[in-house]
C-alpha cells in the first residue's frame, strides 16, 4: 500500500511518482487537489499495475479503538476506581465470534506455558481460583474473560504456548483463533507478557513483543517467580532482561514479580489501573 500525500494537477508529475513505486498494487491520493483527479491519472494507474486506489480531499484523525464505560450519575465525576478483588468470571471462548462484544477495553495477559501466568492472574485479583491452575503445562485452551467492578473493563488470560501435550494439528488451530483475536479485537488496550525470570526471552515473547510493537499496543512485562531466586540473582536476571528489551518501544515496565511473596503486586496492579482509567468514558 503506497500513499501519494497531494495530488497536483500535473500529469508528468503524477506519472513520476506512480513509475517510482511500481511494485505496489494500491495507492491512497490524498490532498485538497485530490479531486482533480482525471481520466488520464486513472488510466497512468491502470497501466503501472495499480488497479485499486482510493481519493481521500480530507484528513480524518482515526477513530479511537475502545472506550471504558462511565457508570457515574454525573458526567463530570470521575469513574468508579477499579477494584482487582472485584475479578469474576465472564465467559470462555474457542474463537474470535464467541468472545464478548466487542466494546469497552480489555487488558489480555499472555505468556508460555509453565511461566506462572495463571498465578499472577490469581494473585492480581486475590482469587486463587479465578484463572485455572495446573501442575500439566497448557491447560488454559481458551481465551477466558473476567470483568471488574468498572462495566466495560476486563482481562483477558489468553492461552499458554509451548508445552500443552495435544496434536500439532489443535496448537495450528489454537494459533490461528489467538491470531485472530489479537489481529481483530478493538477493545484490547495493553498486553502483560508473563516470563520466567529464570529463563531469556523465548521466541513466542518476541513475537508478542513484535506485534505490540507494530501496532503501537503498551505492554508491560512481568518477570515472574522472582522468589526461585535469591535477591542478588534475580536483580542481576532482570537487568539481563530489561537489556534484551532496550529496542522495544512498546515496553512500557518490565517488573520483577512473585505470586508467593506478592513481589511486585501494588507495582503491577498500579500500572493496569493506569491503562483502564487513560481510556475516556464509553458509553453503550
Not at 22 to 41: K, Q, V
Not at 198 to 226: V, Y
Request: proline letters at 6%.
Amino acid at each position: 500500500m503506497g500513499c501519494y500525500r497531494e495530488a497536483q494537477p500535473d500529469n508528468q508529475t503524477c506519472d513520476q511518482f506512480i513509475h517510482a513505486r511500481t511494485a505496489l498494487s494500491s495507492i491512497i491520493i490524498i490532498g485538497p487537489e485530490a479531486r482533480w483527479i482525471g481520466e488520464h491519472t486513472r488510466r497512468a494507474l491502470n497501466r503501472y499495475g495499480i488497479i485499486h486506489f482510493s481519493i481521500i480531499t480530507e484528513i480524518q484523525p482515526p477513530p479511537k479503538r475502545s472506550t471504558v464505560t462511565d457508570t457515574s450519575d454525573s458526567p463530570n465525576e470521575n469513574p468508579r476506581p477499579i477494584s482487582f478483588n472485584s475479578a469474576r468470571f465472564l465467559t470462555s471462548a474457542a474463537r474470535l465470534d464467541q468472545c464478548p462484544p466487542d466494546e469497552g477495553v480489555e487488558i489480555a495477559f499472555a505468556g508460555r506455558s509453565n511461566s506462572g501466568k495463571s498465578s499472577a492472574i490469581n494473585t492480581l485479583t486475590a482469587n486463587s481460583k479465578l484463572a485455572r491452575t495446573s501442575k500439566t503445562p497448557g491447560r488454559t485452551r481458551l481465551i477466558n474473560f473476567f470483568s471488574l467492578n468498572r462495566p466495560g473493563a476486563r482481562l483477558v488470560d489468553l492461552p499458554g504456548y509451548g508445552y500443552a501435550k495435544v496434536t500439532r494439528e489443535l496448537k495450528e488451530e489454537w494459533q490461528e483463533h489467538l491470531e485472530d483475536y489479537l489481529l481483530h479485537r478493538q477493545s484490547l488496550q495493553g498486553m502483560v507478557l508473563i516470563t520466567d525470570i529464570r529463563r531469556s526471552i523465548g521466541e513466542f515473547d518476541r513475537m508478542m513483543l513484535d506485534w505490540c510493537e507494530h501496532n503501537q499496543l503498551p505492554l508491560t512485562l512481568l518477570a515472574t517467580k522472582a522468589d526461585k531466586l535469591k535477591s542478588g540473582q534475580a536483580k542481576r536476571a532482570l537487568n539481563t532482561m530489561r537489556g534484551e528489551l532496550a529496542g522495544h518501544g512498546c515496553v512500557q515496565n518490565v517488573i520483577l514479580f512473585s505470586a508467593m511473596k506478592k513481589t511486585g503486586l501494588d507495582q503491577t496492579r498500579k500500572v493496569l489501573a493506569d491503562w483502564l482509567d487513560e481510556i475516556e468514558p464509553w458509553a453503550p
